[in-house]
């Protein structure tokens, strides 16, 4: 693979991975000025829904891209689908907190919510950039990674 066809694959995945979570960070940072303090607690429900939107967007993405029926494909699909899985799990039940503290049925969150909606965030995004780019080196370039 040429340094082009890599920055090329780079490039179109990112752009991939923001259209997906633009909605979400057009509502961070609506909330974000509209704090009269600087800081912004990740226990407000958009992070949680950002949360979601990622980890929904590999759902969708994983059966697209590992569509094959040879072994390795089937493997890597279900993997992707379990894994994508487990964190929509886990981005609902903080959603469903959040939701819940914002409304003021519950007064507090687990410890540490914040850590754990964070850790999805940033394994989302993650694992959605990884999908993306296997989808580009295999639709663009004929390229099975």
């Known amino acids: 693979m040429s340094?082009?066809?890599f920055v090329k694959s780079i490039v179109w995945a990112s752009?991939?991975?923001?259209?997906?979570?633009?909605?979400?960070?057009?509502?961070?940072?609506?909330l974000a000025f509209s704090?009269?303090?600087?800081?912004?607690?990740?226990?407000?429900p958009a992070f949680s829904f950002f949360c979601v939107s990622i980890w929904a967007s590999c759902i969708r993405e994983v059966p697209r891209v590992f569509a094959g029926?040879?072994?390795k494909d089937r493997y890597e699909r279900?993997?992707?689908l379990a894994l994508s899985l487990i964190g929509l799990i886990f981005s609902v039940i903080c959603l469903v907190m959040a939701v819940l503290k914002s409304t003021g049925a519950i007064t507090?969150?687990?410890?540490?919510f914040s850590?754990?909606?964070v850790t999805l965030m940033i394994f989302g995004t993650l694992m959605l950039?990884?999908?993306?780019?296997?989808?580009?080196q295999r639709k663009e370039f004929q390229r099975v990674v």
């Open 3 to 5: 340094k082009s066809d």
């Open 15 to 30: 752009y991939e991975v923001f259209l997906a979570i633009v909605p979400v960070m057009i509502w961070i940072a609506i």
């Open 35 to 44: 704090v009269p303090n600087s800081s912004v607690s990740f226990h407000l």
């Open 69 to 71: 029926e040879n072994v």
């Open 78 to 80: 279900e993997c992707g």
């Open 108 to 112: 507090t969150l687990w410890g540490p």
């Open 115 to 117: 850590a754990a909606v």
């Open 129 to 136: 950039f990884a999908i993306m780019t296997f989808k580009i």
